[in-house]
């Protein structure tokens, strides 16, 4: 009966040494949160939201176009407020993983149903755009040229065998292609 004392001691220090444990994990970088205890990063699901304006599609917005005009240049409005009818707001947003956020606004204003003036923060050309959304490929190509070091270790190729000539005329067998017989 000596061990049920030895027991209840083995059971009450389990949970300290558990607790204990889990301190001991000084070396885990903790800076990002979205991370599973630093080591583990989750998956995270392309987000695109909005219009995507570019310096070429802005440059077709003029004053003196009409809604239809600017809704067929710029597409829907994300926002179109009832309260202020004179103006549309585009919103467009980008999340990617491996990819920086990106956010952008341009602000239609409308006097009489035609483009009085537009706000917008300097916006890319379409090749900067892609450039800016491009993963990274994380492969590493060969080098494109072998050193002669490198071809000196390359292994032989098989030597050809001589073909044997047929007599003329004459046909070769060649097995079934099948498991049947002929």
């Known amino acids: 009966m000596t061990q049920t004392p030895l027991r209840r001691v083995l059971l009450a220090l389990a949970p300290v040494v558990l607790l204990t444990a ?10 990002k949160p ?26 077709l917005i003029q004053p ?3 809604r239809a005009q600017v809704r067929e240049i710029l597409g829907t409005p994300l926002l179109a407020d009832p309260f202020h009818a004179n103006r549309w707001d585009y919103v467009f947003t980008i ?24 706000d917008t ?3 890319p050309s379409e090749n900067e755009f892609v450039a800016s959304i491009a993963k990274p490929l994380d492969r590493k190509d060969p080098p494109a040229n072998l050193t002669p070091e490198q071809i000196a270790k ?11 000539q047929l007599p003329q005329g004459a046909a070769r067998a060649y097995p079934p292609l099948e498991g049947g017989s002929r």
């Open 22 to 31: 889990c301190g001991s994990t000084g070396n885990v970088s903790w800076s």
């Open 34 to 59: 979205e991370t599973l205890f630093g080591l583990l990063e989750p998956y995270r699901v392309d987000v695109v939201q909005g219009n995507v304006v570019t310096q070429e599609v802005m440059a």
């Open 64 to 66: 003196g176009l009409g």
């Open 95 to 118: 999340r990617r993983q491996g990819v920086a956020d990106q956010k952008r606004t341009i602000t239609v204003f409308f006097e009489n149903d035609v483009v009085a003036r537009f």
């Open 121 to 123: 923060a300097e916006l």
């Open 154 to 164: 390359l292994p032989a190729p098989p030597q050809a065998q001589p073909v044997a």
